[in-house]
């Protein structure tokens, strides 16, 4: 069975820094792309970042570029999104999802198959 499990969401003060945890397991997590989604209330969910495991490319939308960073630990089989200089507009839910290549921006949702049950970021001003 696949798994994602996501953790690491909080409240946190603008400025402030957090890394979001996604667990994998059920698939073959070396051939995976595993990508970073977020859902603002009222907004469509929109693909942030990915890594494609096996090459270890990185994408970014570009409203992230600069201050999110993806990374992922084979060993844990785990994927991390580092974000820093938080802002009030990243106040969102932040799910990932797995596909067997990375698409990130805001049709990408449709093409990823398994989803994580998301976590909340609450950034306040």
């Known amino acids: 069975e696949v798994q994602l499990v996501e953790s690491g969401g909080g409240l946190v003060q603008a400025g402030g820094s957090l890394r979001l945890s996604c667990a994998a397991s059920?698939?073959?997590?070396?051939?995976?792309?595993i990508g970073w989604f977020r859902q603002a209330p009222g907004k469509e969910r929109e693909g942030i970042s990915c890594?494609?495991?096996?090459?270890?490319?990185?994408y970014y939308v570009n409203d992230v570029k600069g201050r999110f960073t993806i990374s992922s630990d084979t060993a844990k089989n785990t994927v991390y999104l580092q974000i820093n200089t938080l802002k009030p507009e990243d106040t969102a839910v932040y799910y990932c999802?797995?596909?067997?290549?990375?698409?990130?921006?805001?049709?990408?949702?449709?093409?990823?198959?398994?989803w994580g049950q998301g976590t909340q970021v609450t950034v306040s001003s």
């Open positions: 059920g698939f073959t997590f070396d051939s995976a792309a």
């Open positions: 999802a797995a596909n067997v290549a990375c698409l990130v921006g805001g049709a990408a949702a449709d093409f990823y198959r398994y």
């Open positions: 890594i494609s495991r096996g090459d270890g490319g990185t």
